[in-house]
């Protein structure tokens, strides 16, 4: 079992920064693929970011590619989300997920993450 808690979140305004924070327990021995994923009121939960095991890989929806960026610090089990120049659209309920895995894949699918964090709020105003 792998227990994440996301923290970060708040009410900020457009073109802002934040910065989201993972950090997970457990069987973190294992170095598990991350991801985050967000969703909006009366939306479908989405792919934002993922990082592979090592963090050489990353993947990110077109949507937050080259304002978002993504990472970890395995010594702290910890993987973080730095969200640049934030767009009201970008408001949403963040959540960090992990998969145990022994490849160096990464994951852009929910369903890929068995293991999901309570979530973090992230409000942009206008």
């Known amino acids: 079992q792998v227990q994440l808690a996301e923290s970060g979140g708040g009410l900020v305004q457009a073109g802002a920064s934040l910065r989201l924070s993972c950090a997970a327990s457990?069987?973190?021995?294992?170095?598990?693929?991350m991801g985050w994923f967000r969703q909006a009121p009366g939306k479908e939960r989405e792919f934002v970011a993922a990082?592979?095991?090592?963090?050489?890989?990353?993947a990110y929806v077109d949507s937050v590619k080259g304002r978002f960026t993504i990472s970890r610090d395995n010594t702290k089990n910890t993987v973080a989300l730095q969200m640049n120049s934030l767009r009201p659209e970008d408001t949403a309920v963040y959540y960090c997920?992990?998969?145990?895995?022994?490849?160096?894949?990464?994951?852009?699918?929910?369903?890929?993450?068995?293991?999901w964090g309570p979530g973090t709020q992230v409000t942009v105003s206008s």
């Open positions: 457990g069987r973190t021995f294992s170095t598990p693929a």
């Open positions: 997920a992990a998969a145990i895995t022994m490849s160096g894949s990464l994951y852009t699918r929910s369903f890929d993450y068995p293991y």
């Open positions: 990082i592979s095991r090592s963090g050489t890989n990353t």
